[in-house]
């Protein structure tokens, strides 16, 4: 078998690995999904009328839920890289990596492994999440059949990008506690962007952090696509923002993956 063949074969075999893992403990992902909901229906059902009212719908809560699902997406994406870091450093102190590093095994699999698997349980998540949405009133009548597709690519994009990212925290992490505190930073950022209020809206000051971190260009494009907005330069800033952190990502923790435990950390 060629080597391509066996690290296909490897990864494959990784993958399963993670998601029987996350299937049997589903208890973190259960949490990381219960605060964007939970968001969602505080900001929809307390704050919808008077939010409504502030971004000029009206005060009818239909226009603010429209609004506000997007940054809710990328806020579950956020929040649902945070298992991939606990998920690293969990493996890396029960001495399971040591053991791989043993087997004849294509060493990248077992981060490639990783990655799938967080991004798949990424669009399982933000999935789910418009599920409720939608059974709160969230609609998208004028997205077209390819605005999905690209919504549903960006998503993917954004899961990828901040799981390399995830990974890498818990590989520097010494336990999962701390690998779940290192990259609580990628649940707080979609708070400090344009996910709930626009950016105009912010102090003088703020607007600044707000415009140019990675969540708000991707919420913008996310928002632009499923509702019909003006998506301007967002998209690229969006791709650009996610191809960087991707390609980041990828050198830090395979770096430190190579290093071993004790160097990376």
């Keep these: 078998m060629s080597s391509l063949g066996l690290a296909l074969r490897d990864s494959s075999t990784m993958l399963r690995r993670n998601l029987l893992h996350a299937r049997r403990y589903p208890s973190l992902t259960l949490n990381l999904l219960l605060t964007p909901i939970m968001l969602l229906l505080l900001f929809v059902y307390i704050f919808g009328d008077t939010m409504s009212a502030g971004i000029g719908g009206g005060g009818d809560r239909s226009e603010y839920l ?21 998920s690293v450093a969990m493996d890396m102190n029960e001495g399971i990596i040591a053991r791989f590093r043993t087997m004849a095994i294509h060493r990248g699999s077992v981060l490639v ?16 999440v ?14 077209t059949v390819q605005e999905w597709i690209l919504a549903v690519g960006l998503l993917i994009l954004v899961s990828l990008a901040l799981t390399w990212i995830a990974v890498g925290m818990g590989l520097v992490s010494p336990n999962a506690e701390a690998a779940g505190n290192n990259a609580m930073p ?10 709930f209020v626009p950016v105009d809206a912010m102090p003088g000051w703020f607007q600044p952090i707000a415009r140019y971190q990675p ?51």
Excluded at 186 to 195: E, N, Q, T
Excluded at 231 to 260: E, K
Aim: positive net charge; contains cysteine.
């Design 113 to 128: 492994g990783h990655v799938l698997g967080s991004v798949l349980q990424c669009v399982a998540s933000a999935v789910l």
């Design 66 to 86: 429209a609004y506000l699902v997007p940054g809710i997406l990328m806020l579950t994406i956020g929040g649902t890289t945070i298992g991939s870091a606990v």
């Design 215 to 265: 969540f708000t260009p991707a919420i913008e494009t996310l928002r632009g696509l499923l509702l019909g907005t003006d998506i301007g330069h967002n998209g690229w800033l969006a791709v650009v923002w996610c191809v960087g952190l991707a390609v980041l990502g990828y050198l830090w923790s395979t770096s430190l993956f190579h290093r071993g435990p004790k160097q990376a950390r």
């Design 186 to 195: 990628l649940m707080i950022l979609p708070l400090l962007s344009s996910a």
């Design 130 to 143: 418009g599920a409720v949405a939608v059974a709160i009133g969230f609609r998208t009548t004028d997205a």
